[in-house]
């Protein structure tokens, strides 16, 4: 599944997103309805490709019906690492830093990482 993390482009992501909202499986006219920009051939062409990279599967009911073998969060945290490695040279550090910086993160959010990091500093004790 790397190999479909790694080639997912941004129109295949939001097929993706309309899946994963879904929580179940869904059939072509579902997924168009909810991409009402994109026209059916566009669609039929993306879900295609989903399923040659092994990031959604189809099934054949009536229709076919297509659900996502990728997770938002698997392919979210496979992103984000990758965004750190090429514009942060690794550092996760520095890129909380430049989000802080440049006000991506609100005061409530701060206090959740907080928070968060307060939790797992107690649990590694």
């Known amino acids: 599944m790397s190999d479909a993390k790694e080639k997912i482009t941004d129109a295949e992501l939001e097929v993706m997103h309309v899946l994963w909202k ?27 490709r989903l399923c040659q990279k092994g990031a959604v599967a189809q099934e054949k009911r009536e229709v076919y019906y297509y659900r996502p073998l990728v997770g938002q969060e698997e392919l979210g945290c496979y992103r984000v690492r990758k965004l750190i490695d090429s514009l942060y040279a690794g550092s996760a550090r ?16 701060l206090e959740e990482l907080r928070q968060m990091f307060s939790d797992m500093w107690e649990e590694g004790k």
């Open 94 to 109: 520095a890129m909380t830093a430049a989000l802080v910086r440049s006000e991506q993160l609100r005061e409530d959010d």
């Open 22 to 48: 879904a929580e179940e499986a869904l059939p072509l006219a579902g997924i168009k309805a909810a991409l009402c920009e994109r026209n059916g051939d566009t669609v039929k062409t993306l879900l295609r």
